[in-house]
């Protein structure tokens, strides 16, 4: 673990509390398919996928959700500097490209346009995708955790991220991974440790972010898609045959850092995460814990606050994979 990654946080003189007018203004700042895909699922006024995965995936695809998703890319490009990925790919040479859950596609698209010699293929249960894209990419309505159907050795790079929390079989799709990469070919996870937030003084482990934090770990352990499982994707990339590097980050919630660059993460986190917290919790807290919604609604609230109130000083652990086929 790097000094960067150990030294505590600095906090800004400045406090900010959350308020619900907040709330507002960050709503409205970010103002071959078969017919099963698009039987949406409708739940206490959010859309999510189709019944074939709602039984696993817990997070909506309606546009509020697509907005966020957006919104936690850029912030994933303001905490890496830039950079899409950290594994190292030629650029001189034409590569075929495979992006996990792609979403809304916007990470497929970037990859694109950075590497236009790339065939790039996102993938995801949505098809919530734009039809213009550049000509080196496409979208397949598919889930990574049935049999693939791209051939053995096909890529020379796959990527994921925030999938955690979306897959029940980790081996398996590790497995799959290895089998469809090329030698020498990379997978690349960036995932936040959901569960592992804490704080450098305190302020988060005495906030009310705690219930819901711990309520998504127990929807998480009984619905069979973990959230706690970050800080082990490394062990079981190595049990499958990869030789694995990984890039340790941590991303502070809301503006009270010191360090200017931190308060920009930190700014993009805390919208996120606002906006987010519905969206991870709704249907967990209903479906899989039998939460009535009332109060499913008054963990998120909660959550919310403690998520704008600079006073709490809220960390994600992040952790950055890149495993490379032999």
Request: glycine share 8%; net charge negative.
């Amino acid at each position: 673990m790097s000094k960067e990654y150990e030294a505590p946080i600095e906090v800004e003189d400045t406090d900010v509390e959350y308020t619900d007018d907040q709330a507002t203004t960050v709503g409205s700042d970010l103002t071959s398919v078969t017919s099963s895909v698009f039987q949406y699922v409708y739940e206490n006024g959010r859309r999510y996928a189709s019944d074939r995965t709602a039984a696993h995936y817990y997070l909506p695809n309606d546009e509020l959700e697509q907005e966020r998703l957006d919104l936690a890319h850029h912030g994933w490009n303001v905490g890496l500097k830039g950079e899409l990925h950290l594994a190292t790919l030629p650029k001189d040479k034409r590569i075929k490209v495979l992006d996990l859950g792609t979403g809304t596609g916007i990470w497929a698209i970037d990859f694109g346009d950075m590497y236009p010699q790339a065939e790039v293929i996102g993938s995801d249960i949505s098809p919530i995708q734009p039809g213009w894209v550049p000509p080196n990419v496409k979208f397949e309505i598919d889930d990574y955790e049935e049999e693939w159907v791209h051939k053995k050795e096909s890529f020379d790079f796959i990527h994921g991220r925030n999938i955690v929390g979306a897959v029940k079989d980790w081996p398996a799709l590790i497995k799959q991974a290895y089998e469809a990469l090329a030698p020498g070919g990379k997978f690349e996870l960036q995932e936040t440790h959901l569960n592992g937030t804490y704080s450098d003084d305190g302020t988060y482990e005495k906030s009310k972010l705690v219930p819901y934090v711990n309520a998504l770990q127990e929807a998480g352990k009984a619905g069979g898609v973990r959230i706690d499982i970050t800080p082990e994707l490394g062990t079981l990339l190595e049990q499958a045959g990869f030789k694995v590097t990984c890039h340790k980050r941590r991303w502070p919630v809301g503006t009270w850092a010191k360090d200017p660059k931190m308060k920009e993460i930190g700014k993009c986190c805390s919208t996120v995460c606002i906006m987010g917290a519905e969206a991870y919790g709704l249907a967990a807290f209903t479906r899989v814990l039998g939460m009535k919604t009332d109060d499913a609604m008054k963990i998120i609230k909660d959550a919310v606050q403690a998520y704008g109130d600079n006073k709490v000083h809220t960390i994600y652990p992040v952790y950055i994979y890149v495993a490379e086929k032999p």
